[in-house]
């Protein structure tokens, strides 16, 4: 069986990241192809005991680290960070998300790095950023959505702010390191040299609110919370459930008048622009509310689909899962896994049609020690069994993951 080609074949990755934003980055590019080798204590990543849990397994854990290596390594030894010294030097990327300067105590800061390979690209991921009026502080996903003013648009008017169920966030920042880590590499094939990248949640918090915030320096206007939106683009009940549609220009207001059957909107004068249509809103919820409420789900969307409406089912979770985009597009795929047997995971969000992305397993921890010591830093095995028989560095067999 030849070996696949990928988009990252041949680039080497060193994941120091914890919970989400920086992982997830670390995954993107394991599905592109690099090596990704995931660096964890002998107890293991923390993420690993994190819920829900899927027979014994973390699906937190899984979503955000399969298709990587494990490296257990203690890193509070000197022969543990002797060993992350040696892989620095064989490596292009070196990512880590611990608050800032931790990383300079711990003898791994940029100016460290690039004297063992000055060709690496080291990706900071943090809450603040490495500098900055509140670098020195912690945080998660929910500071950059409340920091970023964010929480105060999402909702309806009276409603008290409210966040996002999912780590929006710590998604957008993994796809900003991911981005600028690969412009890094780009540019290293002009200067030899690699470089130090800076991404925090805060950031993102602020450009994902980039249109209120301009609006508001600009001119002082304040953006108003709209809760789903409101006429031709809110959420509407239907018969058993609930659609959203996303039809606000002019173009689409003709076509959902034919779908709906109701020339008459079209020349109707409170309707005739965009304008128009928001100032005499509660007519238009009113005829909408009323057409929706006789039809079921399916029926509604199949029919504003035909003409060409945006609209969408607001599906739960166990309808999301079901739906047959998700497996024929292969955005979640089943591998197999050494805890659970077989795990539902993240899968090719990116579609390349010459070098596919590549799904793989979740390692146990230090299933990749050995390989890694021996076969890419060229340890002899006196060196390597010295390592375990100090407790320096741990190895897992994956048949061995059940009774872990």
Known sequence: MTEQNTPLQGLRFLDLGRYQAGPRCALMFARMGAEVIKIETPAGDESRRNGPRVRGQSAYWVQYNSGKKSLSVNLRTDEGKEVLRDLVKVSDFFLQNFRPGTIEVMGFGYEELKKLNPRIIMINVSAYGQYGPYKDRVGFDPIGQAMGGLMSLTGFPDDPPIRTYFPLIDRITALHATIGALAALRERENSGLGQAIDVCLADTGFTTNEIPISA?????????????????????????????????????????????DKPEWQEDSRFKTRDDRLENNEAIE???????????????????????????????????????????????????????????????????????????????????????????????????????????????????????
């Not at 020690?369 to 006196?382: C, K, R």
Request: proline share 5%; with cysteine.
């Open 286 to 404: 009113a005829e909408l509310s009323e057409w929706f409420s006789t039809r079921t789900t399916k029926a509604a969307s199949d029919q504003l689909s035909s003409f060409s409406v945006p609209c969408s089912p607001v599906n739960t979770v166990a309808q999301a899962a079901v739906e047959p985009h998700l497996t024929e597009r292969e955005i979640m795929m089943e591998v197999p896994d050494p805890v659970a047997g077989k795990m539902w995971v993240a899968g090719k969000m990116i579609k390349f049609d010459r070098t596919p992305m590549v799904v793989g397993p979740t390692p146990v921890i230090g299933e990749h020690t050995n390989e890694v010591l021996s076969d890419i830093l060229g340890y002899d095995d006196a060196k390597v069994r010295s390592l375990h028989d100090s407790e320096i560095v741990r190895s897992t067999d994956a048949s061995d993951a059940a009774a872990d």
């Open 216 to 260: 508001y320096l600009g001119s002082g206007y304040e953006q108003p919370r709209e809760g789903n939106g409101k006429g031709l683009g809110g959420t509407y009940q239907t018969a058993d459930g609930w659609i959203i549609i996303a039809a606000n220009n002019d173009a689409m207001w003709g076509r959902i008048c034919e779908a709906m």
